[in-house]
Every structure is written in C-alpha cells, then in structure tokens.
C-alpha cells in the first residue's frame, strides 16, 4: 500500500467521525497548552530576575571583598596583568555632603571622584555631553536638575506631597526643579560637614560638561557630582575648613575598587584566577548560577505536573483509537486477506493517533502563545488596580522559549503514539476469518 493510499485510508475514518475525533483533539490540545502555559511561568520569572539582576549590574564587574581597603600601586597592578581584565577602576566617595548653588537654585548631594578615561571604558554612555577634560570641569546625576530647586519649588512640592498622601500615594518632585540642559553650565559648590550643616566652605566654581545616563530602578534619585581624581587636594583643603576637630584624625576619601572584564565569558576565569592570588572576590553571575539552578528544579516541577494533564488527555485518545479498532474489524480483515503485513495494519492506527497529538499539539502551541501574550499585557493592569502599587510593568509573567515549544511537542506527540501502540497492536492480532464474519 502507498504511502498516500495509507493516508487516505487514516482520513476517511477521522472524517467518518468528526465529533469523536474532534473532542480527542480537543482534549489534546488542552492537556499540551496547559503544559506549556505552567511551564512558561517558570521561564518568565526567571527572565524577569536575570534582567532585574543584570540591569542593576555590570555583568562584567567583579566586586573586590572588603574593596575599601587601600590598595597598593603593585596589587592594582597585579590584578591588571591577570589575563582579560579589561581595568581596575578605583573610585573615592567623600564622607560629606556637597551644596551646589546655580542662579536662585540649590541642592544638597554627595561626590565622587574617578578616572574618568577608566570610568568611560566601562560605564554606559552619557544621557548627555561628555567627560571631563580639564580638572574645572564636572558630571552631574541625571537628576541633579531635577533637584535644583528654588523656594517656589519647595512650595510646590510640599503643597503636592500633602495632596498625595491624603490620597495615599507618593509625589516624588518630578515636575519642578530646572528643566533646561545643564551642559555648559557654571555652578558653585561647598563642603560642608554632616555634624555642622549651616557651616560651608568657600564656594567653587565648576563647568559642567556631562550627565550621567538613567538609573535602572524608577525611583532611584542620582543627583551626584562626579569629578576627576585630581580635585582630591582642593578637597580635602576646603573640608578643612568646615570641621572643628584635626583634619588627620577625621577619614573624608574612602575607596573602592572594582574590576571588569573584557566580556561575560572571561568572568568566571578572572574569579578562580584572583581567588588563587588571595583575593576576596563576587561577582554578579554566581547569583545567576543560583538563581538558574533553582529556576531549573521549579521549570521541572512545573514540566512535571503539566504532563501530568497530557496523560490524563491520552486517556481519550486511548478510548479513541480502541473504538476505531473494533469499529474496523471487517476492514481489518479484508486488508490482511489481500496481503497487508501486521506491520502495515499497525502503522495504520498509530498515524492516526500521531494525526491527533500532532493537530493537538499545533492548536495548543498557538493557543499558549496567545495566553502568553494575554498574562503579560492584562496581568500587570489587573494587579496595579488590585494594589495600587505601579510597579508590575517590568514583571514578565509568561515566557515561552523554542526549547520548551520542543519538549512540549515530544512528550504530546509522544504521549499519543504511545497511547494509540496497544489499539494498533490489538488490530494485528485479529484473525481474519473472525473479521470477515463480522456484520457491516
């Protein structure tokens, strides 16, 4: 028999029973979308914290335990010459507060000071400018206008504040503040001490040349002032004059190292690498491996219980595929009295039931990726409007990747063939004469 007469012969009995097969693939297709939309949670999730994670952090940054600690010329030099570290940036933050002042405007910040050459081979673009050239110049916080506030501002903001927490939210002062491009401007800054606020040092005067890009998270406000490494000294002298007790005894710079890698793949070298060296090291991507050993246990579980439900559908393809034995006796009958091999007559029966798990399995891919789409777009709506809260736009709740279209797809076509190999069995076994017998 030929192929296409093989496939003719499968067809006029799904045709002869439409309703019957239709229910089969019907249960089919549930138990396999259902599979696939469990499974898919896990996924999402995970994307989800991997991005969370990893938008928050370099994902070639390795922390230095203990980074404050001073490090010599040599161990910085050390740590460079290991293989694919790409630089070992040094930043210094300031144990005190910074007031700008810019026309009637002023904020409160803290400072940095950084290799600006170093900083710039690692950090994200600017939102705005450039770095600095010359040691006059200075990088602002991409909210450092926004908190240039004037006494109208403040008034604003107050009135604001009170109105949202009489409605039970948060006004976090976006709308005031200076809203004009800051590059190119002149601001004066002073030092003053967290013990004595109202004592200033005498102002100076910066041009600023840069802002720094967006932070990942919403509601982080960066209004830092970043300067070069070389303002260290004129620091350190204008702090001199805002604190009462002896300057040496008083700690103002503390440092910080961290070093990069060329690429994500270089990290986890770099790491056995500088532990061997003696030196406390983390990086971000050992989270992550944590992170995906959990995540691959519970996709597992979720895996798990989902076939659990295509077993449950194979039940019907089972009854489906045993009716069309007995219903096919005679038709049994006559192919083995021509000649059809046992082989044939089983081949027979499992295309059929392959037909149901593979219709099914089509249906219930597209269907999951409907559902998919739908959890993400109407998920976060319904939460924010059961919470209040705005903060579920980020979360992916369902995410379906190839790799689990795949598994979905073999353990459902699997499950068919498998549920329709006894039926197809059955009808070899059926003597011929006992077929030919039997009433039409």
């Given amino acids: 028999?030929?192929?296409?007469?093989?496939?003719?012969?499968?067809?006029?009995?799904?045709?002869?029973?439409?309703?019957?097969?239709f229910m089969t693939v019907l249960a089919a297709t549930m138990g396999c979308a259902f599979l696939i939309v469990l499974a898919s949670i896990g996924f999402g999730l995970q994307a989800s914290m991997e991005e969370e994670i990893l938008s928050s952090e370099?994902?070639?940054?390795?922390?230095?335990?203990?980074?404050?600690?001073?490090?010599?010329?040599e161990e910085v030099a050390e740590i460079e010459a290991v293989e694919n570290v790409q630089t070992v940036l040094k930043t210094t933050t300031i144990d005190a507060e910074v007031k700008s002042f810019f026309e009637d405007r002023d904020t409160i910040s803290g400072l940095r000071l950084t290799n600006f050459t170093d900083y710039a081979s690692i950090a994200k673009p600017l939102a705005e400018g450039t770095y600095p050239k010359n040691e006059n110049e200075i990088v602002v916080g991409y909210h450092f206008g926004q908190t240039l506030l004037n006494e109208a501002d403040r008034k604003l903001i107050e009135e604001k504040e009170k109105?949202?927490?009489?409605?039970?939210?948060?006004?976090?002062?976006?709308?005031?503040?200076?809203?004009?491009?800051?590059i190119g401007k002149e601001i004066e800054i002073a030092i003053r001490s967290y013990d004595d606020p109202n004592k200033l040092s005498d102002r100076m005067t910066y041009t600023i040349v840069g802002v720094m890009p967006k932070p990942t998270y919403e509601w982080a406000i960066e209004n830092r002032i970043y300067m070069m490494d070389e303002q260290r000294t004129v620091l350190e002298n204008s702090f001199k004059q805002v604190i009462d007790e002896n300057p040496a005894d008083y700690q103002l710079f503390f440092e910080r190292y961290d070093i990069?890698?060329?690429s994500l793949e270089y990290v986890k070298p770099i790491l056995e690498d500088l532990r061997g060296k003696g030196y406390g090291v983390y990086s971000v991507t050992e989270q992550l491996e944590d992170l995906n050993v959990f995540f691959l246990v519970l996709k597992a579980g979720l895996v798990f219980v989902g076939t659990i439900a295509v077993l449950i559908a194979s039940i019907?393809?089972?009854?489906t595929m045993t009716m069309a034995v007995t219903e096919r006796t005679r038709e049994i009958g006559v192919l083995k009295a021509i000649g059809a091999s046992p082989k044939l007559i089983q081949r027979l029966f499992l295309m059929e039931s392959t037909f149901i798990g593979v219709i099914g399995t089509v249906i219930a891919i597209a269907i999951s990726y409907l559902v998919s789409f739908a959890s993400n777009l109407l998920l976060p709506i319904v939460l924010e409007a059961a919470t209040g809260e705005e903060n579920f736009g980020n979360i992916q709740f369902s995410a379906i990747p190839w790799q689990l279209v795949v598994i979905a797809a073999t353990i459902s076509i699997g499950v068919a063939m498998i549920s329709g190999l006894r039926p197809a069995r059955k009808a070899t076994k059926i003597e011929v004469m006992q077929a030919l017998r039997q009433e039409l």
Avoid: C, P
């Fill in 58 to 73: 370099s994902v070639t940054k390795i922390e230095v335990m203990g980074g404050e600690a001073q490090f010599s010329e």
């Fill in 163 to 182: 109105a949202a927490k009489t409605e039970g939210t948060y006004y976090n002062g976006e709308e005031e503040g200076y809203k004009s491009s800051l």
């Fill in 260 to 262: 990069y890698a060329k």
């Fill in 1 to 21: 028999m030929l192929f296409k007469d093989q496939v003719d012969f499968v067809m006029q009995h799904i045709k002869k029973n439409k309703l019957r097969v």
């Fill in 316 to 319: 019907g393809i089972f009854n």
